[in-house]
């Protein structure tokens, strides 16, 4: 990047103006990762100071059946293969058995694609999880999960969506999103539901009520220019309906999975999620997910512009599958002591951002 542009960029973030996609690209294409990383950490301690982000969760995938063959993907199984399984309500109960005595606040609940895990059966798991937990949010289903519903019985997005929140759903997450450019989409998860499908269910969740977070899956056979066209999208939407909460960078991992390739570095994670927080000024929060980023990782991260590391993560498996090394194994005192020593407060939050506690 040249001067001039560095001094273009920096005078625009310092009078709050929005950037360009081809800013964008203009950071991505510069070296000095401690000059954006600066820059990014201005924009968060105006918005929240010295205060860091977590929650106490528990995560709960019902099954790893899956139609779909994402590239990337080293958790799904195809149904009767060795490790394959669908857990049935019961079982589900029993693996959310103790959650509030633990203090856990949310249920992340996310699986496989398959038609023995339809819109009936995760109904009823709503419920049963509802009825046996009154004080839990339930953050359930990616919208490429939403998609596969509304496809398995002739629904809408609105009327799926109004029969879930009837049975229970707090929230979405913001899974399946990976990359929008449809060149990367045809390469890696041909399959799923694609950019503008993604978009439109978040909107009608948003329409409905539903916070909503949102992700990008990097590090594998993207651009700059396509990670750009990506946050511009969500960016747009986020402009309409005011309803994320929150953007989370996903570092891609290439274990158990036909994409195979290089991991991110730690100069890509902390570069990305920088220019998350200077390109997505209309988002509250950047989340620095701590099981792909590492621990370690994650604290540097809290100086380039992160405000939230998460939650304690218990019995996460997805990212275990693809090779992530750290999955659920930090305590709630452990996440507070990680935040406290890279310099910040940690403040205990509910899925929508309710501060519950203050370390």
Same mark, same amino acid.
Request: aromatic content about 8%.
């Given at each position: 990047m ?16 929005? *950037? ?20 990014? @950490? ?8 010295r ?6 969760n528990?995560? *709960?995938?019902?099954? @790893?059946?899956?139609?779909y063959? +994402? ?7 195809d ?20 959650a ?28 049963a ?6 004080? *839990? ?12 519903? +509304? ?9 799926c969506l109004?029969r ?12 399946g ?11 890696? +998860? ?38 750009i ?16 909460q ?47 980023h ?20 218990t ?8 090779g992530?090394?750290?999955?659920g ?8 002591? *990680? ?8 403040v205990?939050?509910?899925t ?8």
């Amino acid at each position: 990047m040249d001067s001039a542009t560095l001094t273009a960029i920096t005078a625009k973030v310092e009078a709050g103006e929005r *950037l360009s996609e081809a800013d964008g690209v203009a950071l991505f294409r510069s070296p000095d990762l401690n000059w954006i990383g600066a820059l990014a @950490n201005r924009v968060r301690r105006a918005r929240h100071g010295r205060v860091c982000y977590f929650n106490v969760n528990r995560h *709960l995938n019902p099954t @790893n059946v899956c139609v779909y063959r +994402c590239h990337f993907c080293g958790f799904r199984r195809d149904a009767g293969a060795d490790g394959a399984y669908l857990m049935s309500i019961d079982d589900c109960l029993a693996a959310t058995d103790g959650a509030e005595e633990a203090g856990i606040t949310e249920l992340h609940i996310v699986g496989g694609i398959t038609p023995k895990a339809d819109l009936d059966y995760y109904e009823a798991l709503l419920r049963a999880l509802r009825a046996a937990h009154p004080t *839990l949010h339930l953050k359930a289903f990616t919208a490429v999960e939403i998609a596969f519903f +509304c496809r398995h019985h002739h629904l809408d997005h609105r009327a799926c969506l109004e029969r879930l929140i009837d049975a229970g759903l707090g929230s979405m997450p913001g899974g399946g999103a990976e990359i929008f450019a449809e060149r990367v989409r045809r390469s890696v +998860c041909k399959e799923k539901a694609g950019a503008d499908e993604w978009l439109a269910i978040h909107r009608t969740a948003h329409e409905l009520g539903l916070k909503t977070n949102a992700t990008m899956l990097y590090g594998h056979i993207e651009t700059p220019e396509e990670r750009i066209d990506h946050m511009a999208r969500l960016r747009a939407l986020q402009d309409e309906t005011g309803g994320f909460q929150v953007f989370i960078p996903l570092a891609y991992h290439n274990e158990n999975n036909p994409l195979a390739g290089e991991m991110t570095t730690g100069y890509d994670d902390l570069k990305t999620l920088a220019i998350a927080r200077l390109f997505l000024d209309n988002f509250d929060h950047i989340k620095s997910f701590w099981i792909m980023h590492t621990p370690a990782v994650a604290q540097v991260a809290l100086h380039y512009g992160v405000d939230d590391l998460d939650g304690t993560v218990t019995e996460e498996r997805v990212t275990a599958a693809a090779g992530g090394r750290t999955a659920g194994r930090e305590s709630k005192q452990q996440l507070i002591d *990680l935040i406290r020593t890279a310099g910040f407060t940690p403040v205990q939050r509910s899925t929508v951002y309710e501060e519950l506690a203050r370390f």
